[in-house]
């Protein structure tokens, strides 16, 4: 392979100014590298010659070479730190063998906890696991959630991953929606405070080769969502605000671009009854050029949520694109609104020849191209890919999933297990008869004797996930929404092992399920955001202290959730249990 020099690539002498380097690489940027520049779509892992069979992707090769894409949100996981390292480093490769040989800016959603959502998260795999940002709000800790950001930020950095599709700061003020797991709950300041801790923790004390660059999302803030419904689907598209919070909403945005955030993304909705037009906010100039360029002052890249412009068959099923309230425009018109909204890039596309076509027509010209151009190579320059966008092997299996990294992941976990009801069984005595469900036996046999029945046990430990109704597609079952009632056969299976012993109710609480007929009979009850067994018990045992607090309320009812208004926080009538809310043991 030829060995590219500063001089026929002058972009490349690191002695000048970044302002310099951008305007060399563009001066010599062709009208199709440019365009290329403005997509931002999902890779998986396989073959970089090959097409990727699991997520239908073209490959690699193609979208660097055919398409001139150089922007990827990683999906999938790999067993190994070295084997995602490798991954990228040959991807690199194809890059750096194009004409112009600019690298790959690789991005991923969440990938350091429990949760696994093609549209919004990934198991940890290798990684450090830690709980979901509803638990990292739950420790109220901004020194733990800007430490797990730093370590969040040394293993991506390992393997070439230089994006977070996060943090996600929407206010989780309608108790129905499926998205409040990855966000720091309901209430507006603890949301700024830790949302910023997590982008100082994330990018670093200076902007540079060592950080990762935060997309924060989802601008002006998602959560309002009629009926809790998700703008992922036709059916959640609007955004309400029956109680004027808008701007409430918009607090914690304002405390991440103090904090420095590089990136925006905003998010499906169509805001209903404000004064912004009534279109998706990627499509909204009065939002993103109006409100954040304009009020806010931001110059950084702005990136659409995925799947704008085009329809697309996700797991064999047919879905529109999300082009909420333009839903009537082509695909080119779709793609020409965006643009002159400000937004900078096209989330979940990849077809550059649309732009093509719209410069070719005289829609759009080249100077808006490069308007967008400058912002997305300056990233380039600052993250350091021009200088060395490789990654060392060796190093990414040390730094993945380090000792030190796990053990800080773990006691995270602990310290967000939230204790709401107690009434006198715990801390249980190590050795008692354990009887449990949801736990591994394995685990559970180091805190005491598993017995196969609650008749035999001394105590009942019983983990449930949070009620979430059936839909009709894969990827739609993929964001719990609907009812957050439990079914009643669950109700009385608890009540059941209750009368024979006391019990132990741990609830995974990725929406705030209605817990007032579990707390009738159960002897305990808990709720977490993604715990390991081990958490958990160390936490009932006592070996652990109980520190977590409800980062949003509980509601009492169905009927209490569905007479609040989305928009406002801490609006069901008598919450069972109030944000804020933990015992200690």
């Given at each position: 392979?030829?060995?590219?020099?500063?001089?026929?690539?002058?972009?490349?002498?690191?002695?000048?100014?970044?302002?310099?380097?951008?305007?060399?690489?563009?001066?010599?940027?062709?009208?199709?590298?440019?365009?290329?520049m403005?997509?931002?779509?999902?890779?998986?892992?396989?073959?970089?010659?090959?097409?990727?069979?699991?997520?239908?992707?073209?490959?690699?090769?193609?979208?660097?070479?055919?398409?001139?894409?150089?922007?990827?949100?990683?999906l999938?996981?790999?067993?190994?730190?070295?084997?995602?390292a490798?991954?990228?480093?040959?991807?690199?490769?194809?890059?750096?063998?194009?004409?112009?040989?600019?690298?790959?800016?690789?991005?991923?959603?969440?990938?350091?906890?429990f949760?696994?959502?093609?549209?919004?998260?990934?198991?940890?795999?290798?990684?450090?696991?830690?709980?979901?940002?509803?638990?990292?709000?739950?420790?109220?800790?901004?020194?733990?959630?800007?430490?797990?950001?730093?370590?969040?930020?040394?293993?991506?950095?390992?393997?070439?991953?230089?994006?977070?599709?996060?943090?996600?700061?929407?206010?989780?003020?309608?108790?129905?929606?499926?998205?409040?797991?990855?966000?720091?709950?309901?209430?507006?300041?603890?949301?700024?405070?830790?949302?910023?801790?997590?982008?100082?923790?994330?990018?670093?004390?200076?902007?540079?080769?060592?950080?990762?660059?935060?997309?924060?999302?989802?601008?002006?803030?998602?959560?309002?969502?009629?009926?809790?419904?998700?703008?992922?689907?036709?059916?959640?598209?609007?955004?309400?605000?029956?109680?004027?919070?808008f701007?409430?909403?918009?607090?914690?945005?304002?405390?991440?671009?103090?904090a420095?955030?590089?990136?925006?993304?905003?998010?499906?909705?169509?805001?209903?009854?404000?004064e912004?037009?009534?279109?998706?906010?990627?499509?909204?100039?009065?939002?993103?050029?109006?409100?954040?360029?304009?009020?806010?002052?931001?110059?950084?890249?702005?990136?659409?949520?995925?799947?704008?412009?085009?329809?697309?068959?996700?797991?064999?099923?047919?879905?529109?694109?999300?082009?909420?309230?333009?839903?009537?425009?082509?695909?080119?018109?779709?793609?020409?609104?965006?643009?002159?909204?400000?937004?900078?890039?096209?989330g979940?596309?990849?077809?550059?020849?649309?732009?093509?076509?719209?410069?070719?027509?005289?829609?759009?010209?080249?100077?808006?191209?490069?308007?967008?151009?400058?912002?997305?190579?300056?990233?380039?320059?600052?993250l350091?890919?021009?200088?060395?966008?490789?990654?060392?092997?060796?190093?990414?299996?040390?730094?993945?999933?380090?000792?030190?990294?796990?053990?800080?992941?773990?006691?995270?976990?602990?310290?967000?297990?939230?204790?709401?009801?107690n009434?006198?069984?715990?801390?249980?005595?190590?050795?008692?008869?354990?009887?449990?469900?949801?736990?591994?036996?394995?685990?559970?046999?180091?805190?005491?004797?598993?017995?196969?029945?609650?008749?035999?046990?001394?105590?009942?430990?019983?983990?449930?996930?949070?009620?979430?109704?059936?839909?009709?597609?894969?990827?739609?079952?993929?964001?719990?929404?609907?009812?957050?009632?439990?079914?009643?056969?669950?109700?009385?299976h608890?009540?059941?092992?209750?009368?024979?012993?006391?019990?132990?109710?741990?609830?995974?609480?990725?929406?705030?399920?209605?817990?007032?007929?579990?707390?009738?009979?159960?002897?305990?009850?808990?709720?977490?955001?993604?715990?390991?067994?081990?958490?958990?018990?160390?936490?009932?045992?006592?070996?652990?202290?109980?520190?977590?607090?409800?980062?949003?309320?509980?509601?009492?009812?169905?009927?209490?959730?569905?007479?609040?208004?989305?928009?406002?926080?801490?609006?069901?009538?008598?919450?069972?249990?109030?944000?804020?809310?933990?015992?200690?043991?």
């Amino acid at each position: 392979m030829t060995i590219a020099t500063t001089t026929d690539r002058p972009w490349l002498d690191a002695d000048l100014a970044i302002d310099e380097r951008v305007e060399l690489l563009l001066d010599a940027m062709t009208i199709e590298e440019k365009a290329g520049m403005f997509f931002h779509t999902m890779i998986g892992l396989g073959d970089p010659d090959e097409k990727n069979a699991v997520f239908g992707t073209p490959s690699a090769r193609e979208f660097l070479e055919l398409k001139h894409m150089t922007h990827f949100n990683l999906l999938g996981a790999a067993a190994t730190g070295r084997e995602l390292a490798a991954w990228h480093n040959a991807v690199q490769r194809i890059a750096a063998s194009t004409r112009l040989g600019i690298p790959v800016t690789f991005s991923t959603d969440p990938r350091h906890s429990f949760s696994e959502n093609p549209g919004a998260s990934i198991l940890a795999g290798p990684f450090s696991q830690w709980p979901e940002t509803l638990g990292l709000a739950a420790t109220r800790d901004e020194s733990l959630v800007q430490r797990f950001a730093d370590i969040a930020r040394q293993e991506y950095v390992a393997v070439g991953l230089r994006v977070a599709l996060h943090p996600q700061i929407d206010l989780a003020t309608e108790p129905r929606w499926a998205r409040q797991t990855a966000t720091f709950g309901e209430d507006a300041e603890l949301s700024g405070r830790l949302g910023a801790a997590y982008i100082r923790g994330f990018q670093g004390a200076s902007f540079g080769r060592g950080s990762v660059s935060t997309m924060t999302k989802h601008f002006p803030g998602g959560g309002p969502q009629k009926d809790g419904e998700d703008p992922h689907f036709a059916y959640g598209r609007e955004q309400v605000y029956p109680g004027g919070r808008f701007e409430l909403h918009l607090k914690p945005f304002e405390d991440a671009l103090a904090a420095g955030t590089r990136q925006m993304m905003p998010y499906y909705g169509m805001p209903m009854g404000t004064e912004y037009e009534e279109v998706g906010f990627g499509f909204n100039k009065s939002v993103i050029t109006g409100l954040l360029r304009e009020r806010y002052g931001f110059d950084g890249v702005v990136c659409t949520d995925w799947g704008l412009i085009n329809d697309a068959e996700i797991f064999g099923e047919p879905f529109p694109a999300r082009a909420w309230g333009v839903e009537q425009l082509t695909p080119k018109e779709r793609m020409k609104k965006v643009l002159e909204a400000g937004a900078d890039q096209f989330g979940g596309e990849a077809c550059p020849e649309l732009l093509l076509e719209l410069v070719a027509d005289g829609e759009v010209t080249e100077a808006r191209l490069d308007v967008s151009a400058r912002r997305l190579l300056r990233e380039k320059f600052e993250l350091g890919l021009f200088d060395d966008p490789y990654v060392d092997e060796d190093a990414a299996d040390e730094i993945v999933g380090r000792a030190d990294f796990r053990a800080a992941g773990e006691e995270a976990q602990r310290a967000s297990i939230t204790v709401l009801t107690n009434g006198g069984a715990l801390p249980f005595a190590p050795g008692l008869k354990l009887y449990v469900e949801g736990i591994d036996i394995e685990v559970a046999a180091a805190y005491g004797v598993v017995v196969p029945s609650p008749e035999e046990a001394d105590l009942a430990v019983l983990r449930l996930h949070a009620p979430f109704e059936q839909r009709a597609t894969v990827f739609e079952n993929f964001f719990h929404a609907g009812s957050l009632d439990f079914a009643a056969e669950v109700v009385e299976h608890v009540r059941e092992v209750s009368r024979l012993v006391p019990t132990v109710v741990d609830v995974f609480a990725d929406r705030p399920a209605i817990l007032t007929p579990i707390v009738e009979d159960a002897a305990a009850v808990t709720v977490n955001w993604g715990a390991s067994s081990a958490a958990l018990l160390d936490v009932l045992s006592g070996a652990a202290p109980a520190r977590g607090r409800l980062p949003f309320d509980l509601p009492r009812s169905m009927a209490a959730v569905e007479a609040s208004r989305p928009d406002v926080p801490f609006d069901t009538a008598d919450p069972l249990f109030r944000f804020g809310h933990g015992l200690t043991l």
